[in-house]
């Protein structure tokens, strides 16, 4: 148990949220990746924390962050979502992809 | 911060092993006497063999396999279910000392409470059957209705004590038991409790309207782990309102874990009785209730608690 | 094994018994109910849940097939009986337990799934005739395609097509409800009675002074079911214990108070109200229609003349169909216990469909 | 405390690779889940208790109602048909590798500073303190991003406006919605 193994999983887990929030079409599993990516953020944080600076309450707190943002990240997500899919029955990025203007 | 507790720490390492056995035992007295309630309104005679009937019923009886059907997670979420609910009554005080003793112990519970909520889900989802997947799918819509005032419920408790160790809970209500000081979040608290367990009247998503809902394709083991875990989740999640607001073991005469067995018990029992006066609460109209009731009720009395907890000079 | 033998015993003392009744066949029905209600055995909800599969009535061609899917579905040990004769139903649940405490047949499905279980089609509970729907795309196990269509708030979502009964509980006998389903809200529906007009209807020839009790009975039934569907198994159960002593000859008089202590709680209950409250069902709302169920209970135990409903009219499927448009499941369930369609009365096969 | 270590992190990783390998859309959800679960053991593991069973909660929920949407908005939810929705897959699997390796090497390269100080006896009450005190700043923006989500998904997600609910002249007493449960 080294902070070194710790951050490998972390990187391991980002580097599987960042292949999935690039290969991925549909919206939903686009934010699955992005999700994975906050996760292995979440763990490097935490280690990081433990590992390097336990005293004080730095890394504690960007979890909570990290947390929210995650929250924020799928509600606003589903929001544009729903609003995509509404407007023209699209789940896929590839189909909103006429919105970069 | 409380003054440091004469240490009430956690049971012995073996009650691990006798936890489930005392909940699945507490949980059959509570079957059967729901069962004897229903005779009697039928006019049929009492059994009090019956939880062992149906339990024996149901070990011999063929489990089910329904076409297209998601195994992986029908069965993970039958055996979630249980396994979350003896998970959460690790931080009951049987007493005065619970199994596990944990700084953070009422967010553990809520925790695994939810977890038993995911479990339902994937029960409904699992079979790939209509009137499944709409029991599971109510008590999601519900499941948030019922989770926000919990939440602010076990707050309201967890801040009138200023912490979260379920036995800091408990000592904290040495002068007054705190159903007197929250009223609103006791009340509050046993009904999402018993929505939690999705026990009557918010049996919707295992309603007789849709065949048993989310439970509707479940026969044999599975039932039986389904239905035992609904049941003991029901046991864990009112037991614990007796260390959040009626003083634990606290009472004259009887020793601490007799205290804690007969409270929970009268509120167990009231539980079952208020089951019987209320019809099923359907989701649409109880999410309308919890939002815009009870929601902003709890956050008001958590409030009121607040600034109680000020006023005594509590919070450093 | 000794532990085997022993539980099936223990168990096989009380069975849940999932009852299909028939259109016409009302006479056993209630006979069963009664029976069943004496024993203290509980009905099952679902084919999963059953132990006896009991059928009350003779099957025609369409619902014969409902029940043999059915009893596909259910689990291993189980039984299947008829009964068609009122006189022998005690009988019949004594010989269904004996088998069910003697049940030897070995499981072969533990080890693989056998190929009965391959015919189990999801949850209709019966009546999936899937047919037509699904544009032709070939689906794994042969499910139909879900459509494409509007919910109620303007999201293109998938509909799925689902039948509703004839094996649900408190379900009018013989009903099956085709439905598309969004979520659980019904966006169309059909509704059919299998082989209706098969029974005899047998209402014709009551002789007058039994028709307070009968119509007593009646109303008891059909609040029974109501509120079996409404989640409130307590007052159900008292409601059919009223009508089981009122068929087993009780004077309707005798039970008057019991009648009336029941219909006010029922009406007291503000919880009730506010469940019922604004759910359309056709010309009556449920929550009317439940009041009208309620005071002409009333009126049957007073000794009241009945109200003459004239000549009996067979019910209106389409209206019923219309009515379900629109609601949530649990809702769509109220609607029809409120109507209660008496399928007795369907004469020929009749079929209404309404988007 | 190693050998949980190792499981825990194996299966945070494991459960990752398989959000984008499985076909079952309800399996993904739960794949992420177990995911976030196994992180959330990490963290309690490194004495955050708190964090650890916050992570549950949430997650738990999270990841319920994404797998409600997903089935809400893709095909064949169950995933009776193989799902493969990909774009440019083996870019991505490059730009991932390569990312991975870029971070390994930075991991195991770099000449970490040694431990100082020691975690406070209660974290949760430090860590209280800490978004109360020092930390109230970003108490106070989580707070705000929060409630603008809250509207902002509000009026993304709905179509229908005060005017559809309560009519031209906003005088309607009770709202025109399609199903009641709103505080109309």
């Known amino acids: 148990m080294t902070l070194q193994l710790f951050l490998l999983a972390a990187a391991g887990l980002f580097a599987i949220g960042l292949y999935g929030a690039l290969s991925q079409q549909s919206i939903v599993m686009l934010m699955m990746g992005l999700e994975l990516m906050l996760n292995g953020v979440i763990l490097a944080a935490a280690a990081l924390w433990f590992f390097l600076a336990p005293d004080g309450t730095d890394g504690p707190v960007l979890i909570v962050v990290v947390v929210t943002a995650m929250a924020i990240e799928m509600a606003a997500g589903f929001a544009v979502a729903t609003a995509i899919y509404r407007a023209r029955q699209v789940d896929m990025t590839d189909a909103a992809a006429d919105l970069k203007g | 911060m409380p003054e440091p507790m004469s240490a009430p720490a956690a049971l012995p390492l073996w009650w691990v092993v006798v936890l489930p056995f005392l909940l699945v035992a507490v949980a059959a007295a509570v079957v059967a006497a729901d069962a004897s309630l229903t005779a009697r309104a039928r006019g049929a005679r009492a059994d009090v063999l019956l939880p062992v009937r149906e339990a024996g019923r149901l070990l011999v009886g063929q489990r089910r396999r329904t076409v297209a059907a998601d195994s992986v997670l029908w069965r993970a979420g039958g055996a979630v279910l249980p396994v979350a609910a003896v998970l959460a009554g690790v931080v009951l005080p049987l007493g005065l000392r619970p199994v596990a003793d944990l700084s953070v112990g009422v967010v553990w519970f809520n925790a695994m409470e939810v977890l038993a909520w995911a479990a339902v889900w994937m029960v409904g989802w699992g079979p790939n059957s209509a009137l499944g997947l709409v029991g599971g799918y109510r008590f999601v819509a519900q499941g948030l209705a019922y989770e926000l005032p919990h939440m602010f419920a076990i707050i309201t408790a967890a801040l009138g004590a200023e912490s979260l160790r379920p036995t800091d809970i408990v000592a904290a209500q040495r002068g007054l038991w705190f159903v007197v000081i929250m009223p609103v979040a006791f009340v509050v608290y046993l009904i999402s409790a018993t929505a939690m367990a999705f026990w009557g009247p918010f049996d919707a998503p295992v309603g007789r309207d849709v065949a048993g809902g989310a439970a509707a394709e479940l026969s044999g083991v599975d039932r039986l782990v389904f239905a035992g875990g609904r049941r003991l989740l029901l046991v864990v999640a009112v037991a614990l309102a007796v260390p959040l607001f009626l003083g634990g073991g606290a009472g004259p005469w009887l020793p601490a874990w007799l205290w804690v067995a007969v409270k929970t018990a009268v509120l167990l029992a009231l539980v079952l009785l208020v089951r019987r006066r209320f019809p099923t609460i359907r989701a649409d109209r109880f999410t309308e209730v919890a939002w815009i009731v009870l929601v902003p009720l709890t956050i008001v009395q958590a409030l009121v608690v607040a600034l109680l907890v000020l006023n005594r000079g509590g919070a450093g | ?355 | 405390m190693t050998v949980l270590f190792w499981i825990l992190a194996v299966v945070a990783v494991v459960a990752g690779f398989a959000v984008f390998r499985l076909n079952s859309m309800a399996q993904v959800t739960f794949a992420l889940l177990a995911s976030f679960l196994a992180v959330a053991g990490l963290v309690m593991l490194l004495g955050l208790g708190y964090l650890g069973v916050v992570i549950v909660l949430m997650m738990v929920i999270e990841m319920v109602i994404m797998a409600v949407f997903m089935v809400m908005y893709m095909m064949n939810p169950a995933g009776l048909m193989p799902m493969a929705m990909y774009h440019n897959k083996s870019g991505s699997m490059a730009i991932a590798v390569g990312t991975f390796a870029v971070l390994a090497a930075g991991i195991l390269l770099t000449d970490w500073p040694t431990r100082r100080g020691a975690p406070a006896p209660d974290q949760t009450f430090a860590l209280g303190e800490a978004l109360m005190g020092g930390q109230m700043l970003t108490m106070m923006t989580l707070g705000v991003t929060l409630f603008a989500t809250i509207v902002g998904t509000v009026v993304l997600a709905t179509a229908r406006g005060r005017y559809d609910r309560f009519g031209d002249d906003l005088d309607r007493r009770r709202a025109d919605d399609p199903a009641g449960g709103g505080p109309g």
Do not use: C, K, N
């Open chain 3, 1 to 355: 094994m000794d532990l085997r033998r022993l539980l099936l015993r223990l168990a096989a003392a009380r069975p849940h018994v999932l009852l299909v009744a028939l259109p016409g066949a009302t006479e056993a029905r209630l006979a069963v109910e009664a029976e069943l209600g004496r024993r203290g055995w509980p009905a099952a909800v679902s084919p999963a849940d059953a132990d006896v599969l009991l059928v009350a009535g003779p099957a025609g061609p369409a619902l014969a097939a409902v029940v043999g899917r059915v009893w596909e579905q259910m689990p291993e040990p189980r039984v299947r009986v008829v009964v068609e004769v009122v006189a022998d139903v005690s009988g019949t649940l004594d010989s269904a337990a004996s088998q069910l405490a003697s049940w030897t047949a070995a499981r072969p499905e533990y080890g693989g799934p056998g190929p009965r279980e391959q015919e189990h089609r999801g949850p209709e509970h019966g009546g999936d005739e899937h047919g037509g729907h699904g544009g032709g795309m070939e689906m794994p196990g042969g499910l139909p395609m879900a459509d494409l269509g509007e919910d109620r708030d303007g999201l293109m979502l998938d509909r799925l097509h689902v039948a509703l009964g004839p094996v649900l509980p408190d379900w009018p006998a013989g009903l099956v409800l085709r439905v598309e389903l969004q979520g659980d809200v019904i966006q169309e529906a059909e509704a059919e009675v299998l082989d209706p007009g098969r029974g005899g209807s047998s209402r014709g020839d009551v002789p007058a002074a039994e028709d307070a009790r009968h119509a007593a009975a009646r109303h008891l039934d059909g609040l029974a079911r109501f509120l079996g569907v409404a989640g409130w198994a307590d007052p159900a159960a008292r409601a059919r214990r009223l009508r089981d002593d009122l068929l087993a000859g009780a004077e309707p008089a005798a039970v008057r108070g019991q009648v009336h202590a029941l219909t006010a709680r029922v009406r007291r209950s503000r919880t009730l109200r506010w469940l019922v409250r604004g759910i359309p069902a056709g010309e009556r709302a449920v929550a009317a229609r439940l009041a009208d169920r309620l005071a002409a209970l009333d009126a049957a135990v007073d000794g009241a003349p009945p109200a003459q409903p004239g000549p009996s009219r067979p019910p209106d499927l389409a209206a019923l169909a219309r009515a379900v448009v629109g609601a949530e499941l649990a809702a769509a369930r109220l609607v029809v216990a409120a109507v209660d369609p008496d399928t007795d009365l369907v004469a020929e096969e009749r079929g209404a469909r309404h988007a």
